[in-house]
């Protein structure tokens, strides 16, 4: 099948075969100046962008994906080109949202529809085609007599891991990679033996399973309580069934295939990571589903002699300010080194501080200048970096029947993600709390967290979930970061090592810092049955009584980088 854009050299217009005007609500009108103030954009460049759609690209087995060029009406050949490889579609506002405002303001985009999604050939397998897929794509674009000298990869999430599918075998021409919300090593986290979190792959493959069906974001969201109650399905591989009517091999598949098994090899790249030697600008948010592998990369890059740059926000996932930021990073960033020129001076890191609710300029991740400070669990609920006294431990009963609730925190979807009141949580009695007394000074806090909790379970099979939490004057309490880590030996008193999720956060002086302890954070973390039995087929659920320690002998602690004075 010939590329319809092979015959074009003169200069881009609108009228030529194969090339669609925008609607007028995105050809410069209503559209355009929303997104420019959702994104908080300057003026575009022009606000006369057309699209070419459907263009054939070959892959070496002989599947054909598609892709659509966007790009100015007039003079576009030879811009700078953006490309964006996505399993969510070619149309739609939030490709829109991220290719028109490039369009606009220097680039042309390409946005390629993966192996199997939305008319591109072949079958769709998660991550398994991204690399060899990925680099037939760049070398058909770089042949483009439209492409030009330079190209920049971005996109978040998976349209962020399959830059890092490539990105130790780019192209010249490739200038800089803009990962965003995203890793090297995708979802890979979420299937850890100690931490398995079920609701990101269940809801990602629910989604992706119904995606293209007519009116698929109006499904997605009438079928949210049906979603959500399909994690509750005893055993866990009639979920997917019970959510879509249907089994979803990519379900199937991330309940029985842990993190450590080959089957996922195809989508592990972080040995790729340090031989990039491109520029590379990541975005990233406190209360994103991958920061810590994210944070993970970006060291790894350090450590080979690079520098990149890395952007942390007090994001989820989905929120509109991830969308701004990279598409700053992107026009300012990218678009620099696609021109030749040095982008904006800025400090390697920059990363906003909440509580201060101000940005903050480091030199690296984690920053200097911060020491652990150990923060110990002391009867009645107190919280302090004292010695705790003698003491019984406290206890708390656990019945998976009946989860302790995720509310807020790190989840794949917005209206649930992100800082949130734990007033209810914290009532459960399923749910311990230790609590400082007022700070007589602000305690900043930025760095990786940690929690060494002495724990005890009546089952041999338990978890152990530890969040922090800032308490305001008022006493409403908010979640900051958290973690969990699943125990097989519980029966017997065990020192559990949780690592909480990375974070940036000023505790004000006159609020207290809270501990929460409890057994689960459902269904962001998949519940412990207490039974032993593998996840995808256990059927039987037991209640546990569990006990926390808190004497001299067995001092569970919070470990907290705190700025030193």
């Known amino acids: ?185 995708l979802t890979l986290d979420f299937l850890r033996e100690d931490a398995f979190s079920l609701e990101t792959p269940f809801r990602w493959g629910v989604m992706v399973a119904g995606q293209e069906r007519r009116a698929a974001m109006l499904r997605q969201l009438l079928d949210e309580r049906r979603t959500h109650r399909a994690q509750f399905t005893l055993p866990l591989d009639r979920a997917d069934t019970a959510a879509l009517g249907r089994r979803s091999q990519y379900i199937q598949d991330m309940l029985v295939h842990g993190a450590d098994d080959p089957h996922w090899s195809g989508g592990d790249h972080r040995a790729r990571v340090a031989d990039v030697s491109v520029p590379v600008s990541s975005v990233a948010g406190w209360y994103d589903i991958f920061l810590p592998g994210q944070l993970g990369d970006h060291q790894a890059l350090r450590a080979a002699g690079r520098e990149p740059r890395l952007t942390i926000g007090p994001w989820s996932h989905a929120a509109m300010g991830v969308f701004a930021e990279a598409a700053t990073q992107t026009l300012s960033f990218g678009l620099a080194h696609a021109r030749g020129e040095q982008p904006p001076e800025r400090a390697p890191v920059r990363l906003y501080v909440m509580g201060e609710e101000a940005w903050r300029d480091a030199e ?130 065990t020192r559990a090592t949780v690592r909480l999720w990375p974070t940036a956060q000023l505790f004000k002086k006159g609020h207290r810092i809270r501990v929460q302890v409890s057994s689960g954070a459902f269904p962001r973390f998949a519940r412990n049955p207490g039974t032993g039995e593998p996840r995808a087929t256990a059927t039987t659920l037991r209640a546990a009584d569990q006990q926390v320690f808190h004497d001299p002998a067995r001092p569970s602690a919070l470990v907290l980088p705190v700025r030193r004075t």
Request: charged share 25%.
């Open 364 to 493: 690296s991740w984690p920053p200097p200048g911060y020491e652990p400070c150990r923060f110990h669990l002391h009867p009645d609920g107190a919280l302090s970096t004292g010695e705790p006294p003698e003491s019984d431990p406290d206890g708390y009963h656990y019945d998976p029947a009946d989860p302790t609730p995720a509310v807020g925190g790190v989840r794949l979807t917005g209206r649930h993600a992100g800082r949130k009141d734990n007033t209810a949580l914290e009532s459960r009695p399923d749910v311990l709390t230790y609590t400082t007394p007022a700070l007589d000074t602000d305690v900043e806090v930025i760095g990786e967290v940690t929690a060494e909790i002495w724990f005890r379970s009546s089952l041999p099979w338990a978890d152990v979930f530890v969040r922090l939490c800032d308490v305001d004057e008022k006493g409403r309490s908010t979640n900051v970061c958290d973690g969990l880590l699943s125990l097989t030996e519980a029966e017997s008193t």
């Open 1 to 185: 099948m010939a590329d319809r854009a092979d015959d074009v050299q003169e200069p881009f217009a609108g009228a030529r075969e194969g090339f669609e005007p925008l609607p007028p609500a995105r050809r410069g009108g209503r559209g355009s100046r929303l997104v420019q103030r959702l994104l908080h954009l300057g003026p575009p460049l022009t606000r006369s962008v057309a699209v070419q759609r459907d263009l054939p690209v070959s892959m070496p087995d002989g599947t054909v994906l598609l892709a659509d060029r966007w790009a100015p009406r007039a003079d576009g050949d030879g811009l700078p080109t953006a490309l964006i490889r996505t399993p969510y579609g070619r149309r739609g506002p939030m490709i829109a949202m991220a290719a028109v405002p490039l369009a606009e303001r220097g680039f042309q985009v390409v946005v390629q529809s993966t192996r199997g999604t939305f008319g591109s050939g072949g079958v769709h397998v998660p991550f398994r085609d991204e690399r060899e897929d990925g680099l037939a794509t760049l070398d058909w674009l770089v042949s483009r007599p439209w492409c030009g000298e330079s190209v920049v990869l971005t996109g978040g999430s998976y349209l962020g891991h399959v830059q890092w599918a490539v990105a130790d075998r780019l192209p010249p021409q490739v200038k800089a990679i803009i990962p965003v919300v995203t890793e090297s090593a």
